[in-house]
Protein backbone atom coordinates (compact mmCIF):
# COMPACT_ATOMS: atom_id res chain seq x y z
CA UNK A 1 0.00 0.00 0.00
CA UNK A 2 1.46 3.61 -0.48
CA UNK A 3 0.64 7.38 0.87
CA UNK A 4 0.79 10.30 -0.47
CA UNK A 5 1.03 13.07 1.70
CA UNK A 6 0.58 16.71 0.11
CA UNK A 7 1.39 19.93 1.74
CA UNK A 8 1.88 23.19 0.97
CA UNK A 9 -1.49 24.28 -0.40
CA UNK A 10 -2.74 27.82 0.93
CA UNK A 11 -4.50 31.19 -0.20
CA UNK A 12 -1.52 33.61 -1.78
CA UNK A 13 -2.29 37.25 -3.40
CA UNK A 14 -1.83 37.74 -7.37
CA UNK A 15 1.88 37.62 -7.69
CA UNK A 16 2.32 35.43 -4.95
CA UNK A 17 4.78 31.86 -4.27
CA UNK A 18 3.36 28.74 -2.72
CA UNK A 19 5.71 25.19 -2.54
CA UNK A 20 3.91 22.54 -2.87
CA UNK A 21 5.32 18.99 -1.55
CA UNK A 22 4.11 15.27 -2.05
CA UNK A 23 6.14 12.87 -0.09
CA UNK A 24 5.33 9.29 -0.92
CA UNK A 25 5.70 5.95 1.32
CA UNK A 26 4.99 2.65 1.52
CA UNK A 27 5.38 -0.87 -0.28
CA UNK A 28 7.50 1.12 -3.21
CA UNK A 29 10.32 -0.62 -4.65
CA UNK A 30 10.90 1.95 -7.21
CA UNK A 31 9.49 5.40 -8.66
CA UNK A 32 9.43 6.24 -11.88
CA UNK A 33 7.36 9.72 -13.42
CA UNK A 34 5.89 12.02 -10.64
CA UNK A 35 3.67 14.75 -11.91
CA UNK A 36 1.51 17.57 -10.38
CA UNK A 37 -2.21 18.26 -11.92
CA UNK A 38 -4.91 20.20 -11.18
CA UNK A 39 -8.86 20.74 -11.36
CA UNK A 40 -10.66 23.83 -11.11
CA UNK A 41 -14.03 24.05 -10.04
CA UNK A 42 -15.85 22.97 -13.34
CA UNK A 43 -13.41 21.79 -15.33
CA UNK A 44 -11.49 18.95 -15.81
CA UNK A 45 -8.28 17.96 -13.93
CA UNK A 46 -5.01 18.67 -16.45
CA UNK A 47 -1.76 18.97 -16.28
CA UNK A 48 0.59 20.99 -14.64
CA UNK A 49 3.91 19.10 -14.71
CA UNK A 50 5.82 15.83 -14.79
CA UNK A 51 9.29 14.73 -13.71
CA UNK A 52 11.19 11.17 -14.66
CA UNK A 53 13.39 9.50 -12.35
CA UNK A 54 16.30 10.75 -14.48
CA UNK A 55 15.14 14.73 -14.16
CA UNK A 56 13.54 15.32 -17.32
CA UNK A 57 10.52 17.35 -17.21
CA UNK A 58 7.29 18.38 -18.85
CA UNK A 59 5.27 21.58 -18.41
CA UNK A 60 1.74 23.18 -19.47
CA UNK A 61 2.32 26.34 -21.44
CA UNK A 62 0.26 27.45 -19.20
CA UNK A 63 2.86 27.56 -16.34
CA UNK A 64 5.90 27.71 -18.08
CA UNK A 65 8.35 29.67 -17.23
CA UNK A 66 6.17 30.48 -13.67
CA UNK A 67 6.67 26.70 -12.18
CA UNK A 68 9.36 24.64 -11.52
CA UNK A 69 8.93 20.94 -10.16
CA UNK A 70 11.84 18.76 -8.69
CA UNK A 71 11.85 15.67 -7.10
CA UNK A 72 14.15 14.22 -3.72
CA UNK A 73 14.82 10.37 -4.77
CA UNK A 74 16.03 10.08 -1.90
CA UNK A 75 12.90 10.97 0.07
CA UNK A 76 10.62 9.98 -2.75
CA UNK A 77 8.85 13.38 -2.72
CA UNK A 78 8.07 15.76 -5.74
CA UNK A 79 7.67 19.89 -5.19
CA UNK A 80 6.27 22.09 -7.20
CA UNK A 81 7.74 25.88 -6.92
CA UNK A 82 5.54 28.31 -7.99
CA UNK A 83 5.77 31.66 -8.77
CA UNK A 84 3.52 34.85 -10.12
CA UNK A 85 0.89 32.95 -9.20
CA UNK A 86 -2.21 34.21 -11.08
CA UNK A 87 -6.20 33.86 -9.91
CA UNK A 88 -6.34 30.95 -13.12
CA UNK A 89 -3.88 29.04 -10.88
CA UNK A 90 -6.66 28.98 -8.57
CA UNK A 91 -7.46 24.67 -8.14
CA UNK A 92 -7.33 21.80 -6.20
CA UNK A 93 -3.71 20.73 -6.95
CA UNK A 94 -3.07 16.71 -6.78
CA UNK A 95 0.25 14.91 -7.24
CA UNK A 96 0.73 11.66 -9.17
CA UNK A 97 3.11 8.97 -8.94
CA UNK A 98 4.20 5.82 -10.72
CA UNK A 99 5.82 3.44 -9.00
CA UNK A 100 6.76 -0.32 -8.49
CA UNK A 101 6.68 -2.99 -5.97
CA UNK A 102 8.98 -6.03 -5.10
CA UNK A 103 8.23 -8.97 -7.43
CA UNK A 104 5.48 -7.78 -9.50
CA UNK A 105 6.25 -6.97 -12.87
CA UNK A 106 3.70 -3.98 -13.52
CA UNK A 107 3.76 0.14 -12.81
CA UNK A 108 1.51 1.13 -10.72
CA UNK A 109 -0.16 4.73 -10.96
CA UNK A 110 -1.18 6.33 -7.63
CA UNK A 111 -3.03 9.64 -6.47
CA UNK A 112 -3.08 12.25 -3.82
CA UNK A 113 -5.83 13.82 -1.78
CA UNK A 114 -5.35 17.14 -3.02
CA UNK A 115 -4.33 20.86 -1.74
CA UNK A 116 -5.87 23.74 -2.09
CA UNK A 117 -4.61 26.81 -3.91
CA UNK A 118 -6.76 29.69 -4.20
CA UNK A 119 -5.11 32.89 -5.62
CA UNK A 120 -6.75 35.82 -4.68
CA UNK A 121 -6.58 39.63 -3.75
Known amino acids: QVQLVESGGDLVQPGGSLRLSCAAS????????MGWYRQAPGKQRELVAT???????NYADSVKGRFTISRDNAKNTVYLQMNSLKPEDTAVYYC???????????????WGQGTQVTVSS
Open 96 to 110: NVHYRVVGIPYEYDY
Open 26 to 33: GSIFSINA
Open 51 to 57: ITSGGRT
